[in-house]
């Protein structure tokens, strides 16, 4: 399994930017697949998740701003995050967790936000 996320970048506070995360090398509709958040010196944070018939749910300080998405005939997993505020940077990661319960991790994006 392989998961490539892309999307991240600088953007001014209050923009937008919506991360991708294209999965591939499994033939499974993975039960869960998330976002993870990191920033220096802090655990990895849980921003959402999204379950393989399109339940989602989003830590409760983001759900407002932030919504994730896939396409498991794409097998790409989104997350459009609105309104960003320097507190919303970091290095954003996605992971898959195979039918199994092995959870698999792509490498991060940036995402700046500049006030």
């Known amino acids: 399994v392989q998961l490539q996320a892309s999307g991240g970048g600088l953007v001014q506070a209050g923009g937008s930017l919506r991360l991708s995360c294209a999965a591939s090398?499994?033939?499974?509709?993975?039960?869960?697949m998330g976002w993870y958040r990191q920033v220096p010196g802090q655990q990895r944070e849980l921003v959402a998740i999204?379950?393989?018939?399109?339940?989602?749910r989003s830590a409760d300080s983001l759900k407002d701003r932030f919504t994730i998405s896939r396409d498991n005939a794409k097998n790409t997993m989104y997350l459009q995050m609105n309104s960003l505020k320097p507190e919303d940077a970091g290095t954003y990661y996605c992971?898959?967790?195979?039918?199994?319960?092995?959870?698999?991790w792509g490498e991060g994006t940036q995402v700046t936000v500049s006030s």
């Open positions: 090398g499994f033939q499974f509709v993975s039960p869960f």
């Open positions: 992971a898959l967790m195979d039918p199994d319960g092995k959870t698999y």
């Open positions: 999204i379950t393989g018939d399109g339940t989602s």
